[in-house]
């Protein structure tokens, strides 16, 4: 069955099928959480039950009928999805209008068309209030998902529109369990990936990777430094995130994935400075580690805890990543007089 591939979220998928099988199946959703845990995922194997042609039970899809296979390639005639252009911040109107018009037409099959904005945080003024329209008068038989990190990005008048929908994050089991479906074998590789992951699957398929744990080496050795190179460490930060490219989300995840090693970094120091016993920390990095919790003591280490978390909330709400980066750096390395 395709809800098999959704790990976690067993109480999402139940309060759907529960009032798909009453009659009360709403037509607008909005799936909200942090990136990486699912929500894509869970909107695409939502759209292959409601378009099933073959349907084995209530809301669930067969995998096998043309309609499952057609939308798993993206290819329905009713399955339709927005996404946030390769190099832009935000969703153009004139993309939203193109995608409303689809939605607009009669399906093709069955009776139902399923429309997915993607990146619903990316929504401006102009085509969030093209899609108003839409929202407030769904075409017959269309269901319509948004995705978003978050409540606050969204306009009061979507908001009202749509049910939210909750999604948290996964366990570090249900995150090893979807590594070892990705192909990470070694059971000890896959239990470090999911416990530094913070329950987002991208997060641990990015960590899956030689190129991040070099990027850690070079920013944790700069921060602890006696003298930190700002200027070499921003460059190294900055040139990991571009690496991933055009695609947006993709440098979020990169950028927070640095932020995490770093939280990491300063709580294991924390615990070194308040005298509590840390295990698990390599010949290299525990000399580091204690050199930081003596520098800066409990206090100071706590308040740069704090800041790394704010930071890392900046990331999500889409503050320029540079600004991001060179405000971390400037307070972990800055040296205590």
Not at 3 to 13: K, L, Y
Not at 130 to 151: D, H, R
Not at 193 to 218: C, K, M, Y
Request: aromatic share 6%; charged share 25%.
């Amino acid at each position: 069955m395709s809800w098999d591939r959704v790990r976690g979220h067993a109480d999402v998928q139940q309060s759907f099928r529960g009032a798909f099988a009453a009659g009360r199946f709403g037509q607008s959703f909005l799936l909200v959480g942090p990136d990486g845990v699912g929500k894509r995922l869970f909107a695409r194997e939502l759209a292959k039950a409601l378009l099933c042609e073959r349907p084995p039970a209530p809301l669930t899809a067969c995998d096998a009928c043309p309609g499952c296979a057609q939308v798993g390639a993206e290819t329905h005639p009713d399955y339709h999805t927005l996404r946030t252009p390769a190099g832009k911040q935000e969703l153009p109107v004139d993309e939203m209008r193109a995608f409303c018009a689809k939605l607009a037409r009669k399906p093709s099959r069955g009776n139902r068309t399923v429309g997915v904005v993607i990146d619903a945080d990316d929504f401006n003024n102009e085509s969030a209030n093209s899609f108003l329209k839409t929202l407030e008068e769904p075409p017959p038989g269309a269901v319509l998902i948004l995705i978003a990190t978050g409540l606050d990005r969204q306009l009061p008048t979507i908001l009202s529109r749509c049910q939210v929908v909750r999604f948290q994050p996964l366990s570090a089991a249900d995150v090893a369990k979807v590594l070892e479906s990705e192909g990470v074998t070694d059971p000890a590789r896959r239990e470090r990936l999911a416990r530094l992951a913070g329950g987002s699957v991208a997060r641990a398929v990015a960590l899956d990777d030689d190129a991040i744990w070099q990027v850690r080496e070079t920013l944790i050795a700069g921060v602890t430094s006696q003298r930190p190179n700002f200027a070499r460490l921003a460059e190294t930060w900055q040139k990991f995130v571009e690496d991933a490219g055009d695609d947006s989300a993709a440098k979020r995840t990169r950028a927070s994935v640095v932020i995490g090693f770093l939280v990491d970094a300063l709580r294991q120091a924390l615990r070194l400075a308040l005298g509590s016993e840390v295990t698990g920390l390599d010949s290299a990095d525990e000399p580091r580690l204690r050199a930081l919790a003596e520098r800066h003591g409990p206090d100071r280490l706590l308040e740069l805890i704090e800041k790394c978390v704010e930071a890392d909330y900046r990331v999500e709400r889409r503050v320029q990543l540079i600004l991001v980066i060179e405000s971390v750096l400037e307070q972990v390395t800055r040296v205590p007089k």
